[in-house]
């Protein structure tokens, strides 16, 4: 609700979402926004970091995370205008683009129900849906804090998979007109915990059978 009440009273030609907790290189406004220049932009997003990764071995993985995720997944949906979320850390809208969308975002329903998690992703599907390309720009560095133990990452894991599901429902009808690799992409995204649930779950059934891992 707080970041439509700023949409609206916003007058720029773009909107940047920025967490409170990240911290935005001098230079990520300017490479954001000349990304935009294509009045077919709707959004863009910048390079994450770990903010906070020296600090434990968790902070570390989850950068290592980040770097992959930025670098290889949202690289490669760049390539075909479909970064598929846009991450809230750091993102530029084209405020045109967002206005025409908020009704629907503002009443975002998942089975009958008001579901306000994962904005940014929900958004990015919606900008997508209308006609609009989204990319990547690795140049736009920002810094975010990341959980440095176990608990809070899991609790943070399991929100974004919970946003994941539910928006490729949304999506589905999307990826038809999209490059097929991005159809690839979100399947794998999509089965990909299943695979893993099945495979511990077969893994501890082996062990409870044979007595051996």
Not at 199 to 206: F, K, N, P
Request: hydrophobic share 45%; with cysteine.
């Amino acid at each position: 609700k707080a970041q439509i009440a700023a949409i609206r009273r916003s007058s720029g030609d773009f909107v940047l979402s920025v967490d409170s907790d990240t911290t935005l290189a001098s230079d990520v406004i300017t490479k954001l926004a000349v990304k935009m220049r294509d009045p077919m932009v709707g959004a863009a997003m910048g390079q994450l970091t770990a903010y906070n990764r020296s600090d434990t071995w968790l902070t570390r993985l989850i950068d290592m995370e980040y770097w992959l995720a930025c670098n290889e997944e949202r690289a490669a949906q760049g390539r075909f205008g479909a970064v598929m979320c846009c991450c809230g850390p750091c993102a530029m809208y084209r405020r045109s683009c967002l206005l025409s969308l908020l009704d629907q975002y503002e009443t975002q329903l998942f089975r009958g129900k008001p579901s306000d998690f994962g904005e940014d992703r929900h958004l990015t599907i919606l900008m997508l849906k209308a006609g609009f390309r989204t990319e990547y720009v690795p140049g736009a560095v920002a810094a975010t804090v990341v959980p440095d133990k176990m608990g809070p990452y899991l609790r943070q894991q399991l929100r974004w998979a919970r946003s994941t599901f539910r928006d490729t429902m949304l999506a589905r009808g999307l990826l038809r007109g999209l490059d097929r690799y991005l159809t690839l992409d979100v399947m794998g995204e999509n089965l990909g915990p299943l695979l893993l649930g099945i495979a511990v779950v077969t893994a501890l059934g082996e062990l409870l059978v044979s007595h051996t891992v």
